[in-house]
């Protein structure tokens, strides 16, 4: 989802350098048309001078990337790609049988990862203090509400926060991406959890998700793919139950892209495995009736994106993240790159300058708006509804949106 040229977990291809010689440019079997993208010259030349600059082993936090890379979106919106299917997961608190529940979970889990821009880009990295909020609106008229705050900058941490009280659905988590250089390829380990809590189920628990890591693979030579790679982990402690689940990376040799297989357990006896492609079709096989059944199809349902509502720029708070990178974002748009850096730097000269100000008036620690750390996980500053009232509602949208002082 997130990372160096991470892209919501689309496996992408990176865009390969315009030159004279006869390169064969065709996109590796199982990649997609929308995957690749073209850099002309000069976009070429500093792609292969910042290259040039790097070492293997060296964390690239600190890097500066060149603007024509970047996604025109904060990583803070990048993760609201985990809430475009939350209806996989309502009225799961209806479903008596607790293993049911569990897969319910899973497949909210699998379904996030096909969500891609074109092309292969990053994110903004988010600068401390800022946030993205909006609010969902679904069919069966409930609504969601998300908010995401930077609360963490040396190390990166981003917290996010989603609750929807008529659906009986939170999920709350962080995220803290760590990338480093390898040579023909980057590497970005995701570090970080997602809570999922189902309100009306108390007895549960929570459902934690963990993310598997990314490769940005033939970034000096052949041809550049993002795979999602290694081991997560889906469990539920209070029901004993876990899923293992390896994302596969392509063999030099053989293989298939976007590969997954998993195994569904509870206590020491199977459930079930998991298996597909997470950018077309994944199934899971019961380990009692062998019985197969989809888990999410992404030709036919990944269309089916939860609308999401966001205030003008206009209407928004300085530390905002439309609002805080509008003129990077328009200048992306129109494709004026020479404007667009300027933009960047701009809200990061801003942001060295607030932290000069900081230290200097003895300010010890920044303080988060939304979220505070508890037990060493980040939480929301928030009274969790214990119901699905119009109060309830109501307290969450003006929590996540405070009136104006009057």
């Not at 539920?236 to 689940?245: F, P, S, V």
């Not at 230290?359 to 929301?380: D, H, K, L």
Request: proline share 6%.
């Amino acid at each position: 989802m997130m990372g160096l040229f991470s892209n919501a977990g689309s496996h992408i291809r990176k865009a390969r350098l315009s030159t004279s010689n006869n390169v064969d440019d065709r996109a590796p079997e199982d990649t997609e048309p929308d995957d690749t993208s073209i850099l002309d010259e000069q976009e070429g030349s500093i792609i292969t001078s910042l290259i040039s600059q790097l070492r293997v082993g060296m964390d690239l936090s600190k890097v500066t990337f060149p603007t024509f890379v970047l996604e025109p979106r904060s990583m803070l919106e990048r993760i609201t790609d985990f809430m475009s299917h939350p209806d996989l997961i309502f009225g799961s608190e209806n479903e008596r049988d607790a293993e049911e529940r569990f897969i319910r979970v899973l497949q909210y889990y699998l379904a996030g990862w096909h969500i891609k821009p074109k092309g292969v880009k990053k994110p903004y990295n988010p600068v401390l203090g800022e946030f993205f909020r909006c609010r969902y609106d679904y069919s069966n008229g409930t609504q969601g509400f998300y908010v995401a705050e930077q609360v963490s900058h040396h190390p990166p941490v981003s917290a996010f926060f989603y609750i929807s009280p008529a659906n009986r659905v939170m999920i709350i988590g962080e995220l803290r991406p760590k990338s480093k250089f390898l040579g023909n390829s980057v590497s970005t380990t995701m570090e970080g959890e997602n809570r999922i809590t189902l309100l009306d189920v108390p007895e549960d628990g929570q459902y934690v998700v963990t993310m598997p890591n990314m490769y940005a693979r033939g970034i000096l030579f052949g041809k550049m793919v993002l795979e999602l790679g290694d081991t997560c982990q889906a469990r539920n402690e209070r029901l004993g139950m876990t899923a293992d689940i390896e994302f596969k990376t392509k063999g030099f040799f053989s293989g298939t892209y976007n590969a997954l297989a998993g195994r569904v357990r509870r206590a020491s006896h199977d459930i079930g495995e998991v298996s597909g492609r997470w950018n077309h079709v994944m199934e899971f096989k019961s380990a009692r009736t062998g019985q197969r059944r989809v888990l999410f199809d992404v030709p036919k349902d990944g269309a089916n994106v939860a609308p999401m509502v966001v205030q003008p720029e206009e209407e928004q708070e300085p530390y905002e993240s439309r609002r805080l990178w509008q003129d990077l974002t328009e200048a992306i748009e129109r494709k004026d790159m020479d404007a667009a850096t300027e933009a960047k730097s701009a809200v990061e000269d801003a942001q060295r300058e607030l932290r000069r100000k900081r230290e200097e008036s003895g300010e010890q620690q920044y303080v988060p708006r939304f979220f505070e750390q508890r037990a060493g996980r980040w939480e929301p500053k928030l009274r969790i509804p214990t119901d699905s009232s119009d109060a309830s509602i109501e307290s969450v949208r003006t929590w996540i949106w405070p009136p104006p002082p009057t």
